[in-house]
């Protein structure tokens, strides 16, 4: 069982940055991708970002219009996301995910990105 640890969540004004580290442990050599949902009060989940961890693939919600990267950093078991040019429609509760190759999806218990107009 993968377990996930998101940071990095907090208050930020409008266009700001966050980074948003999250460090898996526990059979991290069965992740094939990991990645970010988001969810806003009163709205469904939305995919944020995903990574292939191996090839390093990426691809991220066409929504963002670029203001979001995802990267990895294999040593550490941790995948990123960076948030540029943050708006106050970014405010959201940020889960990390990670897909095994086989078994079902592990989650993060959630950070929170509040940004101010």
């Known amino acids: 069982q993968v377990q996930l640890v998101e940071s990095g969540g907090g208050l930020v004004q409008a266009g700001g940055s966050l980074r948003l580290p999250c460090a898996a442990s526990?059979?991290?050599?069965?992740?094939?991708?990991m990645g970010w949902f988001r969810q806003a009060p009163g709205k469904e989940q939305e995919l944020v970002a995903y990574i292939r961890l191996t090839g390093g693939t990426t691809q991220n919600a066409d929504s963002l219009e670029g203001r979001f990267t995802i990267s990895r950093d294999s040593a550490k078991n941790t995948v990123y996301l960076q948030m540029n040019s943050l708006k106050p429609e970014d405010t959201a509760v940020y889960y990390c995910?990670?897909?095994?190759?086989?078994?079902?999806?592990?989650w993060g218990q959630g950070t929170q990105v509040t940004v101010s107009s």
């Open positions: 995910y990670a897909d095994p190759v086989v078994g079902g999806r592990n």
């Open positions: 526990g059979g991290t050599f069965s992740i094939d991708t």
